[in-house]
């Protein structure tokens, strides 16, 4: 029994969430809606649906939703879905503040709906094949890097991009944040373009993340360092190289690379929440995992502000 669905926001990113409904055997994309009539109309007309005219009457007419809007929207467009009685699965960050956050997390548990969050590198198979190996890491290093001015301005790059890594790390980590140290610049948007962050954790644990979205050569990796290991991850070639340490042989190491090319992490988010739907199971990223990412992300968005200030004066 397929589930009918439907996609509020068609931009860069909503595009790709109807393509993937459509690919899928277990959903059945009723339509889509964007205050961008031509743009929903497009978008309807390719992949065989209809281009709703009003929220409210794609809501009638689905049981779950891809809420992929400006980012300022996820909140008010996210709550009336779910007022509705519709699953829904909102792309990260899943808010703009905690309170937010909440409101929507106790919603969906209220009327027992899945809220999933669109942490999309958990669906990477190089990061899911990456935890499989991790054993207490104590050193992290993140670089996402790139040319991403045509989507994502209206929040921080923290917000936009770092959120990505900070989310792997505190799955991979699961112990309380104890120190945060924060810098970062405005450069060619009204909000922080580029940012560095240490971030230390009460097992002793040390983190670097580095994001920015005007570097032109374009990065997205992260490396894990272990007492036996360390491992060093790209998510865009879907790529995972392993060295270990070994007690015997002819060389003190291995060296091992498992490529997972060819692979659809969209596709497997969208399965995911699906098959939550029908199984009445907990989404693999959950309201409380974005909203575990999102606390982090704004208390370093907040001490890069009060740096800023600082140098303002």
Known sequence: MSISVGVIGVGYLGKFH???YVQLPEADLRGVFDIDKARAKEIANQYNCQAFESLSQLLEEVEAVSVVVPTKMHYKVAKECLEAGKHVLVEKPMTTNLKEADELISLARSKDLILQVGHLERFNP?????????SQPMFVEAHRLGLSLERGTDVDVI?????HDLDIVLTAVPFKVTEIRAVGVPVVSG????????MEFENGCVANFTA???TGKKMRKIRFFQKDAYFSLDYAKRELTIVRREKNGFLPFSYNIADFEGSDPLKEEIASFLNSIKEKRPPVVSGEDGKRALEIALEINERIKRRLKRFAG
């Open 212 to 214: 920015s979205r005007i």
């Open 18 to 20: 109807a393509e993937k």
């Open 126 to 134: 190089a990061v899911c094949a990456l935890f499989a190996h991790l």
């Open 159 to 163: 917000l936009d991009l770092m959120i």
């Open 191 to 198: 909000n922080i373009d580029i940012a560095n962050v240490r």
